[in-house]
């Protein structure tokens, strides 16, 4: 049974910091690469960053690039999304995913849900202005 946890999630200042992980059971971790998304209340879910599974590359959306990072463990089954300076407008529920493919490395691709099989059930990012 495949499962994604997500953790870390929380209310921070404006300018503050977060480290999210998701702890992935139930396939080969190190064989996909796995995505982060948001989803803001009233909007759409949207494409935050993706890793590949052997954690060399990695693809970023424009939204939150130069202020975040996206790194694995594969020894641990865990993904990371370090975020830094945060804002207001970051205020969402943070949500992990893993590729549909194995092996796919990550591009322009991994920012469409489709691509990704499974999610964990997201935490929740509240920055206080």
């Known amino acids: 049974q495949v499962q994604l946890a997500e953790s870390g999630g929380g209310l921070v200042q404006t300018g503050g910091s977060l480290r999210l992980s998701c702890v992935v059971s139930?396939?080969?971790?190190?064989?996909?690469?796995m995505g982060w998304f948001r989803q803001a209340p009233g909007k759409e879910r949207e494409f935050v960053g993706a890793?590949?599974?052997?954690?060399?590359?990695?693809y970023y959306s424009d939204s939150l690039k130069g202020r975040c990072t996206i790194s694995r463990d594969n020894a641990k089954n865990t993904l990371y999304l370090q975020m830094n300076s945060l804002k207001p407008e970051d205020t969402a529920v943070y949500y992990c995913?893993?590729?549909?493919?194995?092996?796919?490395?990550?591009?322009?691709?991994?920012?469409?849900?489709?691509?990704?099989?499974?999610w964990g059930q997201g935490t929740q990012v509240t920055v206080s202005s």
């Open positions: 995913a893993s590729d549909r493919a194995i092996s796919r490395d990550v591009g322009a691709a991994s920012r469409f849900s489709v691509n990704y099989a499974y």
């Open positions: 139930g396939f080969t971790f190190r064989l996909y690469a």
């Open positions: 890793i590949s599974g052997p954690g060399g590359s990695t």
